[in-house]
């Protein structure tokens, strides 16, 4: 059985799998040298033979329990139609949108514009470097989704006052993000993906009040249309409230923390396979300093089930070197 499925479904404490959040990035030489050549960040997802391999330079480079494909969320508005730019130093930009356009995207529309991804999944999972390890699919939750589609860019400084005002828009953009996901994530399994996580980012900026419309009811449908696959399914409800409460109302196969939250107390109220949780900031320090914060998660969870991996996304700043110690001192406790 794969390092993850051992966790997830066999509930085994005695192994702590490692994969790291952007694992396939910037803070790898050999991403960057790749990048340089292909300045078209969505060309670069929709190029299988270097997205396959872009996937697989972590595995190489690391003993990394799982390979995560080297796409992005914002496929999915991508494939819908809306059109979707990476600038650099500033992040996604996406066009106005129109819903008359997205209205028109069917089933085969959607899988032809974004087909290489799949064939990408299909190459990795079959790779020998991914055999006895886990390809994890992913897609973005539909809340974080609607955030970019109707606030055209990074809400880092919080949403525009007006995000709620068209309320026919949103309530039939999230029936189509719904449907779409659901493709996406089907096309994703058929080829190899074995794990799905479904990144919500975003969730942090909603109020409790509107956790279930946003939040609660679509993370439900899907995750148990991936649970229908028989695929686990990982939810990152990054700096929502309450995750236990997330947890018992939408019930994920196992739960993503951030470094917010206290990992104790987490341990404690959580019933489901737990991952993640260290500050990726924490890899900027020292190897010392690493080594007693990464012991401090994997005491806490000794008797959990539980997959080693940050609190949100590596940062491009990282040295390689501090990943590879992070990965000997988990392997090694
Ligand atoms: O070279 C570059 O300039 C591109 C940087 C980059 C990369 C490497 C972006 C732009 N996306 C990615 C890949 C990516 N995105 C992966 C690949 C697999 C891996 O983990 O190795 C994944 C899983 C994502 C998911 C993603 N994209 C999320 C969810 C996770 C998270 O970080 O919260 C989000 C919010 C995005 C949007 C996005 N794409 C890229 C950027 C810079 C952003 C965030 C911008 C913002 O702050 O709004």
């Not at 196969?253 to 993640?276: C, E, F, H, M, R």
């Amino acid at each position: 059985m794969t390092p993850l499925h051992e966790v997830i479904i066999n509930k085994k404490t005695t192994i702590n799998p490692i994969w790291i959040m952007r694992q396939a990035g910037r803070y790898l030489p050999e991403f960057r040298e790749i990048r340089k050549k292909n300045p078209n960040f969505i060309e670069l997802c929709l190029n299988e033979k270097l997205s396959s391999e872009i996937t697989l330079q972590p595995i190489k480079r690391f003993n990394l329990d799982a390979a995560i494909i080297f796409s992005d969320i914002l496929m999915l508005p991508y494939g819908l139609n809306q059109k979707v730019e990476f600038k650099k130093n500033f992040g996604p930009i996406l066009e106005p949108l129109q819903l008359d356009r997205v209205l028109k995207t069917n089933e085969e529309n959607f899988v032809n514009k974004i087909n290489p991804i799949y064939k990408a999944i299909n190459h990795v999972s079959k790779n020998r470097l991914v055999e006895d390890k886990n390809t994890i699919g992913f897609v973005g939750a539909p809340w974080t989704l609607l955030v970019y589609m109707i606030n055209l860019h990074s809400p880092k400084k919080g949403l525009k006052e007006d995000f709620f005002k068209d309320n026919y828009l949103i309530k039939n953009i999230l029936q189509i993000i719904d449907k779409f996901l659901k493709i996406h994530l089907k096309n994703q399994i058929q080829n190899g993906a074995n794990v799905i996580q479904i990144f919500d980012s975003w969730a942090g900026l909603l109020e409790e009040k509107d956790y279930q419309n946003y939040i609660y009811d679509p993370s439900i449908s899907l995750v148990n249309y991936v649970k229908s696959f028989n695929v686990p399914v990982i939810c990152f409800p990054r700096e929502i409230k309450n995750y236990q409460k997330f947890c018992e109302i939408v019930k994920p196969d196992a739960v993503n923390i951030d470094y917010n939250v206290d990992p104790l107390t987490i341990s404690k109220t959580i019933k489901i396979p737990v991952q993640g949780g260290l500050d990726p900031k924490i890899l900027l320090t020292d190897k010392e300093i690493l080594e007693k914060e990464t012991i401090k998660y994997l005491d806490i969870f000794k008797d959990h089930p539980y997959i080693f991996n940050l609190g949100h996304g590596i940062l491009p700043e990282t040295k390689p070197e501090m990943l590879e110690h992070l990965v000997k001192v988990v392997k090694n406790y």
